[in-house]
């Protein structure tokens, strides 16, 4: 599955193209498209009208506190839970894409 990832954190981005490269995930350089899967980092963006793009069922999302921040996406989570989240929502998201 090709994937992009938005942050201004550099040890963010290094830790999501490991986890993303070992599930055998393409990591791209360019900008988040409809059909791409997006990891964000919200808390280092500048603009939250970069989630205006964002497609809510294939983007994942970290951000300092869970609770109601973004509703209309289906996949948010603490930035403190990188780790044990996104695998779990690339392996979800890659799942549903092989199905559909």
Do not use: N, Q
Not at 5 to 14: A, H, M, R, T, Y
Not at 29 to 35: D, F, G, R, S
Not at 85 to 91: D, F, I, R, T, V
Request: hydrophobic residues 50%; glycine residues 8%; aromatic residues 4%.
């Amino acid at each position: 599955m090709e994937i992009a990832i938005l942050s201004g954190d550099p040890l963010f981005i290094s830790a999501a193209t490991a986890i993303a490269g070992a599930m055998g995930h393409t990591v791209t350089k360019v900008a988040a498209a409809a059909k791409t899967t997006t990891i964000c980092d919200v808390a280092t963006m500048e603009s939250a009208d970069l989630l205006d793009g964002l497609d809510p069922v294939r983007a994942v999302l970290f951000v300092l506190r869970e609770s109601g921040t973004h509703p209309a996406f289906l996949h948010v989570y603490p930035r403190t839970s990188l780790a044990v989240e996104l695998p779990k929502a690339l392996g979800l998201l890659a799942d549903a894409s092989a199905v559909g």
